[in-house]
């Protein structure tokens, strides 16, 4: 079956950045979305970005609140997306988490339902 292993998350201070990685195992996608989630205590999980490819296409999909901060890419040798995120604010405190699916989605990347496989996730701390 599929998996998905997050990593790159940690603590730091507002206005750095870091990186996160998704890779996927155990399957093999002609065309997939691959997106970056997250969830603060407390709150419900929120959509962040999307990157979704097929055979000569790829498109990436930003929530507003991380538009002009975050880069979502993929590696096209292998079945991974990488979360570059920028300028990092207190409130971009959460666990995130990467869902990958089979379909391609366009405009409802940001429907988690529509997401068949979840990593466990990965804690990004940013102290003010």
């Known amino acids: 079956q599929v998996q998905l292993v997050e990593s790159g998350g940690g603590m730091v201070q507002a206005g750095g950045s870091l990186r996160l990685s998704c890779a996927a195992s155990g399957g093999t996608f002609r065309s997939a979305t691959m997106a970056w989630f997250r969830q603060a205590p407390g709150k419900e999980r929120e959509s962040v970005t999307a990157?979704?490819?097929?055979?000569?296409?790829?498109?990436?999909y930003y929530a507003d609140s991380v538009k002009g901060r975050f880069t979502i890419s993929r590696d096209n040798a292998k079945t991974t997306v990488y979360l570059q995120m920028n300028s990092l604010k207190p409130e971009d405190t959460a666990v995130y988490y990467c869902a990958l699916s089979s379909q391609v989605y366009g405009s409802s990347w940001y429907r988690d339902a529509g997401y068949a496989y979840w990593g466990q996730g990965t804690q990004v701390t940013v102290s003010s």
């Open positions: 990157i979704t490819w097929n055979w000569n296409d790829n498109s990436k």
